[in-house]
């Protein structure tokens, strides 16, 4: 009995990068055994093979298993030749053809470094920037920055990987390029991004836009003001938004710009009473009241609190010393992958439990593979 559903679809198209003639294990069955292993609490290869050996006889009603389980150094060193490109687009096709996402929902785009894979200088590391939708709280992909110079260069080929239209897209200043925004206009979506020094001239004109707005005062306007405030983990935090429409910063060359945003934040933190003060400036094609606009940058964060830091602390992403090649790339890929279908299922209690449960339990660990079509009998 094989493989079926959607991830025969939208990897069996993969290029098989092993010689010919001397492939003991197909590589179907071994992103499989890593797939379901990554889900049940395996954080390396060695913790791949365990798994395969000590599930095998439930592995064989989805595998063929010609030669059993592949072994720890099989896995990384297949996972380490995976074209890790290819792996990414594969990785988004299948998001899209899996799972529905939430219309107009935000998508955050932001980058972050495997510390693990940095040098003694910690330098050097695997840096990743993803793509984030924040209602459906999904992984949508993935692109490796070291081998695009930066930030810059990587994020219009992550947007080229998916599909937009209709949602918003949120980044931080280093994204706050006039060839991405072009990007996300071509798709037919909304943005919302960081306004800081690496543009001066768009600064300026951001800041004195809101001196005159200012000046003139706000209290004709109670739309384009809104103010929180929120108490959490021993810190209270004020937030006021204020938005005016844009005048300018379209005609500088700035697509689709029609409302310019100020966040500002005071934060209070301990006993000792700290309080910190940060003011954030945005442009946005998005054209709605003050609250609105506040609530679409605070989306932005889920990836940071949801994404990134469960890889770290559930995945022990950061502790991956993996650096072969592809395999931290294609690892990478793995984690997200899991921690997608881990989100997806209904089952009550944190990630770190699901995992748990997933590696105790057989029935649990094929309901959260069926739960998504991730294979099907």
């Not at 069996?12 to 590589?27: A, I, P, Q, T």
């Not at 785009?109 to 999904?138: E, F, M």
């Not at 006039?178 to 300026?204: C, F, M, S, W």
């Not at 301990?270 to 940058?297: F, M, N, P, W």
Request: glycine share 6%.
């Amino acid at each position: 009995m094989g493989v079926q559903g959607a991830l025969v679809e939208c990897f069996e198209g993969l290029e098989d990068r092993r010689m010919v003639n001397k492939c003991r294990h197909k590589l179907l069955d071994i992103l499989v055994i890593a797939v379901c292993a990554t889900i049940a609490n395996a954080d390396s290869w060695d913790d791949m093979a365990l798994f395969g050996k000590s599930k095998q006889p439930w592995l064989r009603q989805w595998l063929e298993l010609p030669n059993g389980i592949p072994s720890a150094d099989t896995f990384e060193r297949v996972f380490g030749h995976l074209d890790a490109e290819a792996f990414q687009a594969c990785f988004a096709r299948w998001v899209e053809a899996v799972f529905t996402l939430t219309e107009g929902q935000v998508i955050a785009i932001d980058g972050k470094t495997v510390r693990g894979t940095c040098d003694k200088q910690g330098q050097n590391g695997l840096h990743l920037v993803s793509a984030w939708a924040t209602a459906n709280r999904l992984t949508l992909a993935q692109v490796n920055v070291a081998n695009k110079a930066n930030e810059i260069v990587a994020i219009p080929e992550l947007l080229e990987l998916l599909t937009l239209h209709g949602c918003i897209v949120t980044i931080d200043a280093m994204g706050c390029q006039k060839h991405i925004i072009d990007t996300i206009g071509d798709q037919q979506a909304e943005y919302v991004v960081t306004v800081k020094g690496n543009q001066p001239t768009l600064q300026r004109t951001v800041q004195a836009a809101f001196a005159a707005a200012d000046a003139q005062g706000w209290s004709q306007h109670p739309a384009a003001v809104c103010r929180t405030e929120e108490t959490a983990h021993g810190r209270h935090e004020i937030r006021q938004c204020w938005v005016v429409p844009d005048s300018q910063v379209q005609a500088l060359g700035w697509r689709d710009c029609h409302t310019l945003v100020r966040i500002e934040r005071t934060t209070t933190r301990g006993a000792a009473q700290k309080v910190s003060r940060e003011t954030h400036y945005y442009i946005s094609s998005v054209q709605a009241d003050a609250a609105t606009l506040l609530h679409l940058v605070r989306e932005h964060w889920g990836i940071e609190n949801q994404c990134h830091w469960v890889l770290d602390v559930v995945f022990k992403e950061d502790a991956s010393r993996t650096r072969a090649r592809f395999a931290d790339d294609n690892l990478a890929v793995l984690r997200k992958m899991a921690l997608n279908l881990l989100r997806q299922h209904p089952a009550q209690g944190s990630l770190k439990g699901k995992r748990y449960q997933a590696a105790l339990n057989e029935e649990f660990l094929t309901s959260v593979l069926h739960s998504s079509l991730f294979l099907m009998r």
